[in-house]
């Protein structure tokens, strides 16, 4: 998936350790899902990538290999892990707050298992089964925008779940999906 993202949308899933007996007994940490960048955020980044003269595309919003390929050349003239995806160091460098980007309250407890990507193809499924749903209209294109989210928030609101436009476990099972594991097609 060539999308920007802080972390695209992820879920995973983390085992208990095979030798601790208590491990074992107790359940697994929650499922974690982590949202794309909103194009305000994008923005944002491409305004700053811009500033520092790293960017000459248009900030508008819309991550493409121009904008990737910027961020990826920051990163290698910044010393930093070349992405082309943004990290936390990477937005430390270019003096934004991920945790504002992602306009998330705080980071996810550290018992919490860490993100796994879905790539376009999950996506496209999310997007694919919205439709089926009646929730979403757009082109089945793999890529998290404004039409993806706003079909998510409307199916959480019509079954009773704060309407985030956020994917949590909740919000998937209600799409007929598998929580632990959103890019498999439904049953």
Not at 8 to 33: E, H, I, K, W
Not at 62 to 72: I, M
Not at 80 to 109: D, K, S, W
Request: charged share 10%.
């Amino acid at each position: 998936m060539t999308r920007f993202a802080i972390a695209a949308v992820v879920a995973a899933l983390a085992a208990p350790a095979a030798f601790d007996p208590a491990a074992a007994q107790s359940p697994p940490p929650p499922l974690a899902f982590v949202q794309p960048l909103a194009p305000p955020a994008l923005r944002a980044v491409q305004d700053r990538l811009h500033q520092m003269g790293a960017y000459q595309g248009a900030v508008d919003g819309n991550w493409g290999p121009d904008s990737e390929g910027a961020l990826q050349q920051f990163q290698q003239t910044h010393n930093l892990q070349v992405t082309g995806q943004m990290n936390p160091g990477t937005a430390a460098v270019l003096g934004l707050n991920p945790v504002e980007l992602l306009q998330l309250p705080g980071a996810p407890p550290a018992d919490r298992p860490a993100p796994i990507r879905l790539g376009q193809d999950a996506i496209r499924n999310i997007q694919t089964q919205l439709q089926r749903l009646g929730f979403y209209t757009g082109a089945l294109d793999g890529a998290w925008g404004p039409g993806t989210q706003s079909a998510i928030s409307r199916l959480q609101q019509n079954h009773g779940i704060q309407p985030t436009g956020r994917l949590d476990p909740q919000t998937v099972s209600a799409m007929g999906l598998d929580p632990n594991n959103p890019g498999a097609p439904p049953p």
